[in-house]
């Protein structure tokens, strides 16, 4: 049974980087789409960056566009380098795996899937 495993938040300054990884145990990775989102207390989570390795290629929030890059490191870790960041990124960050159709990816809901427990990112000065 696939597990997810996030690590690397933290507390970083306004315009400092973060990289956050997604460990999975159990299965490999390589056949599914897989996905970063954050969430804030009370709001919904919200898609940031996704990945497809059948595809080729990655998606972003437009917020997340020139600032974050999502990776895969071999066939069980995805990162997501975060870089200039500001408040507004502040949040639990969850990594997702085969949640839904890669196209729909940043929309994803944690009523299917594979999801970790999340990680804290906090952007204060």
């Known amino acids: 049974q696939l597990q997810l495993v996030e690590s690397g938040g933290g507390l970083v300054q306004p315009g400092g980087s973060l990289k956050l990884s997604c460990a999975a145990t159990?299965?490999?990775?390589?056949?599914?789409?897989v996905g970063w989102f954050r969430q804030l207390p009370g709001d919904e989570r919200e898609g940031v960056a996704c990945?497809?390795?059948?595809?080729?290629?990655a998606i972003y929030v437009d917020s997340a566009k020139g600032r974050f890059t999502i990776s895969r490191d071999g066939t069980n870790i995805v990162y997501l380098q975060m870089n200039n960041l500001n408040p507004d990124d502040t949040g639990v960050y969850y990594c997702?795996?085969?949640?839904?159709?890669?196209?729909?990816?940043?929309?994803?809901?944690?009523?299917?899937?594979?999801w970790g427990q999340g990680t804290q990112v906090t952007v204060s000065s």
């Open positions: 997702a795996a085969g949640a839904g159709r890669f196209r729909d990816c940043l929309t994803w809901t944690s009523d299917g899937g594979n």
């Open positions: 159990g299965s490999t990775l390589d056949y599914y789409a």
């Open positions: 990945h497809s390795r059948t595809e080729g290629r």
